[in-house]
């Protein structure tokens, strides 16, 4: 069959690598009147490759409806609406699936990953368990299984979830079962144990390979050259009212907790790790000065291309918020974007959450992210990976005096009354009386805080390291050779990791 003109146009421009001509195009086969599977099936596939959840998900709507009761169908809409917010819609079709299929374990699973998003965890805990009745073996749902429960010492689901794990001692799913040991070692205090369960699951993540970071240094150079102070101190007469929350900070720093805490407030809308501000980068993303001049001369103007950033991303925003103004957006690769935002919407507030690096580091190892991220499982490659990602934020400090503020996680968890209120003041948004209450709103969290955040606020992650310090010596080793500061070096003989 012959492509539908859009979508071979959408196509043929990410073969050229001209991304800037690829959402238009794309957009319009989205929204077909009719289509087939293939035509359907093409929409998906492209928009997924480019970050698009919107657009994949209508499509994976039309998809299905071309066959209800197709089940593969109806996962791949499942996991579309989850990915765009819509997590109750997800739950309800995984439900649907499991009734349908009561022998698969792989609706409990996603049944019970909905669940858990929207902080119903006895639910999810109990939807994990007939996944691990019904596959013994399945290494996702003891994972997810175990971030959810406290294990005991002589807890029956512990030995259980070791016998599983033996299973998968050598192979690569072998890497869930090790995280999910890890989390039950930590529970029950042997912290030996944990460690090792950790770093074995490191190491089947990693499968042998060793992370590159010159690659993300090189990137990160670019990007910078792209957005100088002089570009950025420029006045391109642009007059946008609207006012989103973009949030950086490394994984695991807290971004989280500041994105929960502000949508205390009803002008605040969670947006959570939105792709959209790359969307509207497409067309010089990754940046650089080359592919950034080439997108300016295309538009016209700076003003031009500036505008049209700010069209797209906000356009994308009130299609699935709808609104712009105090959505919070944490999109993991935001931080490369930051130039892009503050020249296309200059009321943008653009906050920084910071934390001690070891903590961060040591949270993001004895974690294995769903969507990859290989400097993670490594100590050298975590301390290359937080000192670069603070360069680039101290550029952005530097070229945009008084536009973005800092907070300290620390801070933030200890004197929350008056860092709180900084930041609220920062958003131009009233603090509500009941903001402490935020770990009792409603809504999905999809990060690995999703736990964390559903507590009242506590101190309990500060200086979390500690108990695993006679481990961590190779990664205190890795951050003063990256310049990165960390505490004093044990004062005793013990192991080091």
Same mark, same amino acid.
């Given at each position: 069959?012959?492509?539908?003109?859009?979508?071979?146009?959408?196509?043929?421009?990410?073969?050229?690598?001209?991304?800037?001509?690829?959402?238009?195009?794309?957009?319009?086969?989205?929204?077909?009147?009719?289509?087939?599977?293939?035509?359907?099936?093409?929409?998906?596939?492209?928009?997924?490759?480019?970050?698009?959840? !919107?657009? $994949? *998900?209508? +499509?994976? &709507?039309?998809?299905? %409806?071309?066959?209800?009761?197709?089940?593969?169908? #109806? /996962?791949?809409?499942?996991?579309?609406?989850?990915?765009?917010?819509?997590?109750?819609?997800?739950?309800?079709?995984?439900?649907?699936?499991?009734?349908?299929?009561?022998?698969?374990?792989?609706?409990?699973?996603?049944?019970?990953?909905?669940?858990?998003?929207?902080?119903?965890?006895?639910?999810?805990?109990?939807?994990?368990?007939?996944?691990?009745?019904?596959?013994?073996?399945?290494?996702?749902?003891?994972?997810?299984?175990?971030?959810?429960?406290?294990?005991?010492?002589?807890?029956?689901?512990?030995?259980?979830?070791?016998?599983?794990?033996?299973?998968?001692?050598?192979?690569? !799913?072998? $890497? *869930?079962? +090790?995280? &999910?040991?890890?989390? %039950?070692?930590?529970?029950?205090?042997?912290?030996? #144990? /944990?460690?090792?369960?950790?770093?074995?699951?490191?190491?089947?993540?990693?499968?042998?390979?060793?992370?590159?970071?010159?690659?993300?240094?090189?990137?990160?150079?670019?990007?910078?050259?792209?957005?100088?102070?002089?570009?950025?101190?420029?006045?391109?007469?642009?007059?946008?009212?609207?006012?989103?929350?973009?949030?950086?900070?490394?994984?695991?720093?807290?971004?989280?907790?500041?994105?929960?805490?502000?949508?205390?407030?009803?002008?605040?809308?969670?947006?959570?790790?939105?792709?959209?501000?790359?969307?509207?980068?497409?067309?010089?993303?990754?940046?650089?000065?080359?592919?950034?001049? $080439?997108?300016?001369?295309? &538009?016209?103007?700076? %003003?031009?291309?500036?505008?049209?950033?700010?069209?797209?991303?906000?356009?994308?925003?009130?299609?699935?918020?709808?609104?712009?103004?105090?959505?919070?957006?944490?999109?993991?690769?935001?931080?490369?974007?930051?130039?892009?935002?503050?020249?296309?919407?200059?009321?943008?507030?653009?906050?920084?959450?910071?934390?001690?690096?070891?903590?961060?580091?040591?949270?993001?190892?004895?974690?294995?992210?769903?969507?990859?991220?290989?400097?993670?499982?490594?100590?050298?490659?975590?301390?290359?990976?937080?000192?670069?990602?603070?360069?680039?934020?101290?550029?952005?400090?530097?070229?945009?005096?008084?536009?973005?503020?800092?907070?300290?996680?620390?801070?933030?968890?200890?004197?929350?009354?008056?860092?709180?209120?900084?930041?609220?003041?920062?958003?131009?948004?009233?603090?509500?009386?009941?903001?402490?209450?935020?770990?009792?709103?409603?809504?999905?969290?999809?990060?690995?805080?999703?736990?964390?955040?559903?507590?009242?606020?506590?101190?309990?992650?500060?200086?979390?390291?500690?108990?695993?310090?006679?481990?961590?010596?190779?990664?205190?080793?890795?951050?003063?050779?990256?310049?990165?500061?960390?505490?004093?070096?044990?004062?005793?003989?013990?192991?080091?990791?």
């Amino acid at each position: 069959m012959i492509a539908h003109p859009d979508l071979a146009a959408a196509s043929a421009a990410l073969a050229e690598q001209r991304l800037g001509n690829l959402l238009e195009p794309l957009e319009r086969a989205a929204t077909l009147a009719s289509g087939d599977a293939v035509h359907w099936r093409g929409v998906i596939d492209l928009a997924m490759r480019i970050g698009d959840d !919107d657009l $994949a *998900a209508i +499509a994976a &709507a039309r998809f299905r %409806a071309l066959m209800p009761k197709d089940p593969g169908r #109806r /996962a791949v809409e499942m996991e579309l609406l989850a990915e765009t917010g819509a997590t109750r819609q997800a739950l309800t079709l995984a439900r649907r699936l499991e009734s349908d299929h009561p022998t698969d374990a792989r609706w409990p699973l996603l049944a019970g990953t909905y669940l858990a998003r929207l902080g119903l965890e006895d639910e999810a805990i109990g939807a994990l368990r007939r996944a691990t009745r019904r596959a013994p073996g399945m290494p996702l749902a003891w994972e997810r299984f175990a971030s959810l429960k406290t294990f005991t010492t002589s807890d029956p689901d512990l030995a259980a979830l070791e016998r599983a794990s033996l299973q998968f001692s050598n192979q690569p !799913d072998g $890497a *869930a079962l +090790a995280y &999910a040991l890890g989390k %039950a070692y930590d529970d029950i205090g042997d912290v030996d #144990r /944990a460690f090792d369960a950790f770093r074995r699951g490191a190491a089947h993540t990693l499968g042998g390979r060793m992370p590159r970071m010159d690659a993300f240094f090189a990137q990160a150079a670019e990007t910078l050259a792209a957005f100088p102070a002089e570009r950025l101190a420029a006045d391109f007469a642009t007059d946008r009212p609207e006012r989103p929350i973009l949030v950086i900070g490394t994984p695991r720093s807290g971004t989280t907790l500041l994105e929960r805490i502000l949508a205390a407030s009803p002008a605040v809308t969670s947006g959570g790790e939105l792709k959209m501000l790359r969307l509207a980068c497409l067309g010089f993303s990754p940046p650089s000065p080359a592919r950034v001049a $080439a997108f300016v001369r295309l &538009a016209g103007s700076e %003003a031009e291309a500036w505008q049209q950033v700010a069209e797209t991303y906000v356009r994308k925003l009130v299609v699935r918020f709808g609104r712009a103004n105090g959505v919070v957006d944490k999109g993991l690769v935001n931080y490369l974007y930051v130039g892009a935002l503050a020249l296309a919407l200059p009321q943008a507030r653009i906050i920084h959450v910071r934390r001690d690096p070891i903590d961060v580091a040591w949270s993001c190892f004895r974690r294995r992210f769903h969507d990859g991220l290989a400097w993670s499982y490594n100590f050298e490659s975590l301390a290359a990976f937080i000192r670069g990602y603070g360069d680039i934020c101290a550029h952005w400090q530097r070229v945009l005096p008084g536009r973005i503020l800092t907070v300290e996680f620390e801070k933030l968890v200890t004197d929350p009354e008056s860092e709180t209120a900084r930041v609220f003041e920062f958003v131009g948004i009233e603090r509500p009386k009941d903001w402490q209450s935020f770990h009792q709103k409603s809504g999905a969290v999809h990060t690995s805080s999703q736990l964390q955040v559903r507590r009242p606020l506590n101190s309990d992650g500060v200086g979390a390291w500690k108990r695993y310090e006679r481990h961590l010596g190779p990664l205190f080793d890795a951050l003063a050779r990256f310049g990165v500061p960390s505490p004093p070096q044990p004062a005793s003989s013990s192991p080091r990791g």
